[in-house]
């Protein structure tokens, strides 16, 4: 069974950090591409950073220089180091995998920036 399970949001003040992870389970983790996805109150879910299988990542402009997608393979596990928040973050951040075999959303971490 595929499950993706996140952690690590909460409550920061602006210019703090956060890393969120993402587990993933029942999976061809290495072969698989994931995302992270963020959803404020009112506005659509935008993609905010990606990974692919083979390491290659992309960023949504507003977080670039701030925010940095990594996997650990060994691990299972996906991870978004967020530095230098901003109050504009605050949001439900969402961990997406797939591959050709499978797409699966996690149930969202909330992350809330303080100014």
């Known amino acids: 069974q595929v499950q993706l399970v996140e952690s690590g949001g909460g409550l920061v003040q602006a210019g703090g950090s956060l890393r969120l992870s993402c587990v993933a389970s029942?999976?061809?983790?290495?072969?698989?591409?994931f995302g992270w996805y963020r959803q404020a109150p009112g506005n659509e879910r935008e993609l905010v950073a990606s990974i692919s299988g083979t390491g290659r990542t992309n960023y949504v402009d507003s977080v670039k220089g701030r925010f940095t997608i990594s996997r650990d393979n060994a691990k299972n596990t996906v991870y978004l180091q967020m530095n230098s928040l901003r109050p504009e973050d605050t949001a439900v951040y969402y961990c997406?995998?797939?591959?050709?075999?499978?797409?699966?959303w996690g149930q969202g971490t909330q992350v809330t920036v303080s100014s």
């Open positions: 997406k995998g797939e591959n050709i075999f499978w797409r699966r």
């Open positions: 029942g999976v061809a983790f290495s072969a698989s591409d």
